[in-house]
């Protein structure tokens, strides 16, 4: 599935290459800023994103958690229904409604349900053709009258023949376009009546098509559908050949709608159920050095320090070999004086006591794993504090003295550290 999500982005890894042609460890604003506009992240998203970042240099993780907070709506959960489950299609023409409708007609079949198709779109000239054809390839059934006729009434007829002949799946498409937005609106509402009537509680999900290509201007497009309807949920086409992949993010924020599946392609296989975290690792894969990467880069550093060390303390040594063969030969007869001359009655009563460095060496030790040990529990009674505020809540702990945090109603996360005996952002 992570194979098909990363191809979708290919052209927009290329765009956001662009601006940063080599991945790093860490970015700076600025840097942020050009990358997510490229990509065709909204200017207004980009900027909350900015100001609610308060690292002046970004990481991985950073800016993984604000991403991901920008998509927290994007989790469906399937309504509860009794069969056949109703589906209605609706979107701009040239969106791509006819090739999802045949994509989720295949999918469906593929898990071994019984699927029927509906040609509603019967404003649009050779939209049913279209239809018609694709229920061929798939050898799936498929109910349509001509062009011209009333799309309700089509409705109607293929959610009584489903519950007829035991159907599992119903998906009805409709039309794009009419004369006004006004004759727009009345038709879908018709048609969301007539459902209702056919099968209790039907249409049980209305799925908006939006073209990924538009990137943020299908913003417009999803509100005016959500207005006259209400969407249930998003999927989004051609995102393959398109570099706006970052559209995603605004399209997500902006309407607050679970985004169900993703078009890669054009085969009735290429749709690919959205992952908010694989699509999100999928862009940062190209911006940031891998951890393999990045431990090795802090390796060999560690090693050229280690090798200038090593030089430096080569020559030190050299020197002070050199010095002892001085003193040695200067002190040389003062030493053989000494050594012929008696002991005194005080010299020998003198005790010589070595230093015990190892047992110092140990308490120090001992010391540093005792103050380790005391400061996450410290660090569990100050946490309470910290969080008197009701608006801050917990995301995520990653550890002892490390959390995830999130200010209820704004999009993004951040983190908090214990350090120093307090907690503070990091």
């Not at 007829?164 to 009345?186: C, E, Y």
């Not at 249409?203 to 299908?218: E, F, K, M, W, Y």
Request: overall charge negative.
């Amino acid at each position: 599935m992570f194979g098909f999500i990363k191809k979708s982005l290919t052209k927009t890894i290329e765009a956001i290459k662009t601006v940063a042609p080599k991945k790093k460890i860490t970015f700076t604003k600025d840097e942020l800023e050009e990358i997510l506009l490229e990509a065709d992240v909204e200017y207004d998203l980009v900027e909350m994103i900015i100001d609610q970042t308060y690292q002046d240099k970004i990481t991985r993780d950073i800016l993984r958690s604000k991403l991901l907070a920008t998509l927290a709506h994007t989790t469906y959960k399937e309504p509860e229904y009794n069969a056949p489950f109703v589906e209605l299609i609706v979107g701009v023409n040239g969106a791509g409604k006819t090739t999802t409708i045949s994509k989720l007609a295949q999918r469906y079949k593929n898990d071994g349900k019984k699927v029927i198709l509906g040609a509603g779109d019967t404003f649009r000239a050779a939209a049913i053709e279209q239809l018609t054809l694709w229920s061929k390839r798939l050898d799936i059934p498929i109910v349509s009258s001509k062009q011209g006729h009333d799309s309700s009434a089509v409705a109607y007829d293929t959610i009584d023949s489903a519950k007829s002949k035991g159907f599992d799946h119903v998906i009805i498409d409709t039309a794009g376009r009419l004369h006004t937005q006004t004759n727009l609106a009345n038709e879908l509402k018709k048609i969301n009546r007539i459902c209702n009537k056919a099968h209790d509680g039907s249409p049980h999900r209305t799925l908006l098509i939006i073209d990924g290509t538009q990137g943020n201007s299908a913003i417009a497009q999803a509100k005016a559908f959500n207005d006259m309807i209400g969407i249930d949920g998003i999927i989004i086409t051609k995102l393959d050949g398109t570099a706006k992949g970052g559209s995603v993010f605004s399209i997500a924020y902006a309407l607050e709608l679970p985004i169900l599946y993703v078009g890669t392609g054009e085969q009735p296989e290429d749709l690919t159920p959205f992952d908010k975290y694989e699509f999100v690792d999928g862009l940062l894969d190209a911006l940031f050095v891998d951890d393999e990467i990045e431990t090795k880069v802090e390796t060999v550093e560690a090693s050229e320090d280690l090798s200038d060390e090593i030089e430096t303390s080569k020559v030190e040594d050299t020197v002070l070999e050199e010095a002892e063969k001085v003193e040695i030969t200067e002190t040389k007869d003062d030493e053989e004086e000494i050594e012929t001359a008696p002991a005194t009655d005080d010299e020998k009563e003198i005790e010589i006591v070595e230093p015990k460095v190892e047992g110092t060496v140990i308490e120090k030790e001992d010391e540093k794993e005792e103050e380790i040990e005391t400061q996450p529990n410290l660090a569990e009674e100050l946490l309470p504090q910290y969080l008197k505020d009701e608006r801050l809540g917990v995301v995520k702990k990653e550890s002892d003295t490390k959390i995830l945090v999130n200010y209820l109603n704004t999009p993004v996360d951040t983190y908090i550290e214990f350090t120093d005996g307090k907690w503070s952002y990091i």
